[in-house]
């Protein structure tokens, strides 16, 4: 007997089937990129900082480097004057000079440049008078003192050496970026993009560009399942619409499989007489691991794993697709990717109004969510028949209505996960 009949479902609820599909990924492979190739990408390493930042002690504005002791007496009826004796620019190399000179003398310094040994803060040139008759370095008055320290960025006081810096798994944005271009790093290890193959599946699906006979629709969802997967950071095949035929069906996932770590399909996984996805899949050598999702909507989403690889078949239904590829497809994909914050982040907010559709499963209904004070207020979006498409066009959450009873009342406290990440 089938192990896919609807008399023995496998049924999971949401948490359990992502467990069920994440319990068979492997660490994923890392490879090299060049630092400007690797936005977006996921760090495949922790990063330790391999020596100090600032590598020198460096002035932090333009001015004058002075020892503060020579200055610790200074008043505006006895001003200290100094011989300025040398210069300092940025990129120019740390120099060291005499005692007698460092207690006698400033330096002309500038933002950037290495403080000389012996001198130990360094005044701004608007707070200072200066004296100047030729083209020598000219005499400086200071008539107030100044701390030991002032405007100079100690050598590693931004970071010392030796101290873990990135983790592992982070995603790598322009702030990473800033950090590995500061030590110099020209290439960065990160995780190997997973290619994942999108099947859309039915006899009735049209592709852009074609006129739309009767009877038929465009295909939806292999679009929109294959611009979430790239946005997570994926690279998606995306196979051309398959008709309702058992032999296509199990074609074009052996062959799906030869070429992708993952496989979706769309379409033809419920009852009917023409879905013929799960027995297509099981043709093809998977095993299910579920074959029903406690949820509305997207009950019929199944999931299967053949050798080291996961076959996830989503719901025709554009709405009940896009809940599936949220919720059971997304933490799934981010750990393929190597991200270690691939769970589905859930948060606390307050209905503005009762939903009166009672349901044995939970329901994951779109919504609008927004922060009014103190807490997120879940505005529910309505229309939401599994077969639209247009109505989550302006949900930028899914928010949790529990099982049973008569759905939710206005003012209850919900559970919603954000869209936009
Ligand atoms: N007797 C029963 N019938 C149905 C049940 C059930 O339990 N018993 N479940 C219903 C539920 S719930 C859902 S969800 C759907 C799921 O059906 P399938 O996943 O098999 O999807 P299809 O039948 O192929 O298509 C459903 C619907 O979606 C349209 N569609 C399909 N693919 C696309 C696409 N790529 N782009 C846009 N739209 C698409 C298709 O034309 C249908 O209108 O089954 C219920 N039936
Ligand atoms: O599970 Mo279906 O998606 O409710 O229409």
């Not at 590598?55 to 008043?75: E, H, K, Q, T």
């Not at 100047?132 to 010392?160: C, L």
Request: net charge negative; with cysteine; glycine share 8%.
């Amino acid at each position: 007997m089938s192990i896919v009949t609807a008399h023995h479902p496998l049924s999971a609820s949401v948490s359990i089937a992502v467990l069920k599909m994440i319990s068979h990924l492997q660490e994923p492979l890392s490879e090299m990129v060049p630092l400007e190739e690797a936005d977006s990408r996921v760090l495949a390493c922790d990063f330790e900082s391999p020596f100090s930042l600032p590598p020198f002690r460096r002035a932090a504005m333009d001015g004058y480097a002075i020892r503060s002791a020579v200055a610790l007496n200074a008043c505006q009826e006895q001003p200290v004057q100094l011989q300025v004796s040398d210069e300092i620019r940025s990129g120019q190399s740390e120099r060291s000079y005499d005692s007698a000179i460092s207690q006698s003398s400033a330096i002309r310094i500038f933002t950037g440049a290495p403080v000389p040994k012996g001198y130990d803060t360094v005044i701004m040139q608007e707070t200072v008078k200066q004296h100047k008759d030729s083209n020598a370095f000219p005499v400086i008055q200071i008539d107030r003192p100044y701390p030991h320290g002032q405007h100079i960025a100690e050598k590693g006081e931004d970071v010392p050496m030796g101290i873990q810096l990135l983790f592992r798994g982070t995603t790598i944005k322009a702030k990473e970026i800033a950090v590995l271009a500061s030590f110099g790093q020209t290439e960065v290890a990160v995780y190997r993009k997973p290619t994942i193959a999108v099947i859309p599946i039915g006899d009735e699906l049209t592709l852009p560009g074609h006129g739309l006979e009767s009877g038929r629709i465009y295909d939806a969802n292999s679009f929109m399942v294959g611009s979430r997967l790239r946005e997570l950071g994926a690279t998606v095949i995306r196979y051309a619409p398959v008709s309702d035929c058992m032999e296509k069906i199990e074609a074009a996932i052996s062959s799906a499989l030869d070429s992708a770590d993952l496989v979706v399909t769309t379409g033809g996984v419920s009852v009917g007489d023409y879905d013929y996805v799960k027995v297509a899949a099981e043709h093809a050598g998977a095993e299910p691991l579920f074959t029903k999702v406690a949820m509305r909507p997207g009950t019929p989403t199944s999931g299967f794993q053949i050798n080291s690889k996961l076959l996830v078949c989503l719901s025709g239904n554009p709405s009940a697709c896009f809940t599936g590829l949220e919720l059971l497809l997304r933490p799934v994909v981010l750990k393929m990717t190597g991200r270690s914050d691939y769970r589905s982040e859930w948060m606390e907010g307050r209905l503005t109004e009762s939903i009166k559709k009672p349901s044995p499963y939970p329901r994951y209904a779109r919504a609008f969510v927004y922060r009014a004070e103190k807490e997120w207020m879940v505005d529910l979006l309505g229309n939401d028949k599994s077969g639209n498409v247009a109505a989550f066009a302006s949900a930028n959450a899914l928010v949790l209505i529990p099982p049973g009873g008569s759905g939710a009342s206005i003012g209850q406290e919900v559970r919603w996960v954000n869209l936009s990440v």
